[in-house]
């Protein structure tokens, strides 16, 4: 299962997040510039643990860093829902880096064995900058509606919620994740609601990610009340191949996908 979550994070790094930054307004050079962490990141990740691969890690985590630094300017220039999501977005890599960098290290973090950094590395690049990426754009679709800044401010509550959580504990992050996935439902309702306007494949790709989000959520939902309450639950294992793929896939790559072919191109 490692490797099935290398290559989740490897396309988070190299798809997800640099295609992210063009559809929230990045130039194609500032999101060209994320490659420049985004690669030693992902080469670190198939490297033996160990000083070579916790400095490219290191690598990774300077770039995410850069690219957190670029909240308060776009905050202060645009102060609306949409823009508080996409604020959470740009701050979750740098939070998947300090997993990253600790978990190829080999040195548990705050308790935190290596395998759930790992974990953790893959999450904050979906459920974190994914989740609250498409919140954002849909929130801005829709004009800054009362449903839109709904989704743009739950999905990022949910996750500031389910990272508290980690430190807190398993009721602390049942609590994030029943806020979370409620913003993640309504950003899946919104998500077929935006594809009544697109093409046939545009359509098609929104109504794969809105299912594969809506269907996802419910799995990381009845995980999180069975650590907090003792109740029967999927294993982590089976949660990375269904949740974990299902969110990666389904949700993030189709429905950025689908983004992208409605976005006019830029310079």
């Known amino acids: 299962m490692r490797a099935v979550v290398d ?11 640099p295609v992210g930054l063009r559809l929230a ?44 630094a670029q909240i308060p300017a776009r ?22 880096g300090v997993a990253l960098l600790a978990e190829r290290a080999g040195h548990p973090l705050w308790g935190f064995d290596l395998g759930i950094l790992a974990l953790t590395t893959a999450h904050f690049h979906y459920a974190g900058f994914a989740a609250a990426l498409v919140a954002g754009l849909l929130c801005r679709s829709f004009a800054e509606s009362a449903t839109g800044r709904a989704a743009a401010l739950t999905v990022p509550a949910g996750t500031l919620l389910v990272l508290g959580g980690y430190f807190v504990g398993d009721l602390a992050e049942l609590a994030g994740a029943v806020v979370l996935t409620a913003g993640m439902w309504a950003v ?21 990610s809105a299912t594969a989000l809506a269907v996802s959520m419910i799995l990381a939902l009845a995980w ?10 999927p294993t982590i294992p089976w949660m990375i191949a269904t949740h974990g793929v299902a969110n990666a896939a389904g949700f993030a790559l189709c429905g950025l996908a689908a983004w992208v072919r409605l976005r006019p191109r830029q310079p």
């Not at 609601?193 to 794969?208: G, H, I, N, P, W």
């Open 7 to 17: 290559v989740i994070v490897v396309a988070g790094m190299l798809v997800v997040v």
């Open 25 to 68: 307004g990045f130039s194609r050079l500032a999101a060209g510039l994320w490659w420049v962490g985004a690669v030693p990141g992902a080469v670190s990740l198939w490297l033996p643990r160990g000083a070579v691969a916790a400095t490219l890690a290191g690598i990774y985590l300077c770039a995410a860093l850069v690219l957190a």
């Open 224 to 233: 999180a009340l069975g650590e907090a309450t003792g109740l029967p639950h």
């Open 75 to 96: 905050l202060w220039a645009r102060r609306t829902a949409s823009e508080l999501a996409f604020a959470t977005a740009l701050i979750t890599p740098a939070i998947a």
């Open 188 to 208: 899946a309702w919104l998500t077929l609601v935006r594809s009544r306007e697109a093409d046939r494949l545009t359509r098609a790709l929104f109504r794969v």
